[in-house]
């Protein structure tokens, strides 16, 4: 029941890696750690899922905030890195039709 986050401000954006589990233990820390990011002016978000072991329906809600919080600071939120699991939970939600998702990394986000 770990989760960590490390955020990395970049020149046009700010790119947050998250590694461990999103459950409804882990995803309030998270929230409390991405939301002030979305806050800010014109916020463009890379977040990368790469070494994100599980997801459940809490950690997809902690998403869908977040791209409610940066749509209205007129930003962007992309999912990069996504394991074909964690793409496949996007894809049975219908999310990865309103969340700019990829496997791959993205802008050069390693």
Do not use: C, H, W
Not at 36 to 51: F, G, Y
Not at 60 to 89: H, I, M, P, Q
Request: charged share 25%.
């Amino acid at each position: 029941m770990n989760l960590k986050t490390t955020i990395e401000n970049m020149e046009q954006m700010t790119k947050v890696t998250v590694s461990g589990e999103i459950d409804a233990y882990t995803a309030p820390k998270l929230r409390e750690e991405l939301l002030p990011l979305a806050e800010q002016t014109k916020p463009q978000l890379v977040i990368s899922l790469r070494d994100v072991s599980y997801m459940d329906s809490t950690g997809l809600g902690v998403f869908v905030g977040l791209l409610k919080t940066v749509r209205k600071n007129e930003g962007e939120l992309r999912l990069v890195e996504l394991s074909d699991r964690l793409e496949r939970l996007f894809t049975i939600t219908g999310l990865n039709d309103i969340i700019d998702i990829s496997s791959k990394a993205e802008g050069g986000v390693q």
